[in-house]
């Protein structure tokens, strides 16, 4: 199966299960991402709309908090996401193996 995520290498483990993730089953964002408090704000949306647990709600606002606040406090590292010509470029934009999650 292929990366999920192609711009990043990483493990992350769960704090709740102790399962090992990494970039061929989870994404990355970084907190400098300038978009990421927007795309937080519309994924907490898109819970409230399905139904999702008001504790996973909840969790995203703070999480959407801690993020602004990181970018409030660190403006200079504050970007918009970018992927770079050549070699990153090549491997994030190549066209995926399959289609439709077969």
Same mark, same amino acid.
Do not use: W
């Given at each position: 199966?292929?990366?999920i /995520?192609r711009?990043?290498r990483?493990?992350?483990?769960?704090i709740?299960?102790g399962?090992?993730? $990494?970039?061929? /089953?989870?994404?990355l964002f !970084?907190?400098?991402d300038?978009?990421l408090?927007? !795309? !937080?704000? +519309?994924?907490?949306?898109?819970?409230v709309m399905? =139904?999702?647990?008001?504790?996973?709600i909840? &969790?995203?606002?703070?999480l959407k908090?801690r993020v602004?606040?990181?970018?409030?406090?660190n403006?200079n +590292? $504050?970007?918009?996401?970018?992927?770079?010509e =050549?070699?990153e470029? +090549?491997?994030?934009c190549?066209?995926n +193996?399959?289609?439709? &999650?077969?």
């Amino acid at each position: 199966m292929e990366a999920i /995520d192609r711009k990043y290498r990483f493990k992350a483990v769960s704090i709740e299960s102790g399962r090992l993730h $990494t970039h061929n /089953d989870a994404i990355l964002f !970084l907190a400098k991402d300038a978009l990421l408090p927007a !795309l !937080l704000a +519309k994924y907490e949306e898109l819970c409230v709309m399905s =139904g999702v647990d008001r504790h996973q709600i909840k &969790g995203v606002q703070l999480l959407k908090e801690r993020v602004i606040t990181y970018q409030k406090c660190n403006i200079n +590292k $504050t970007r918009l996401p970018s992927v770079e010509e =050549g070699k990153e470029e +090549k491997r994030v934009c190549k066209p995926n +193996k399959q289609k439709g &999650g077969v």
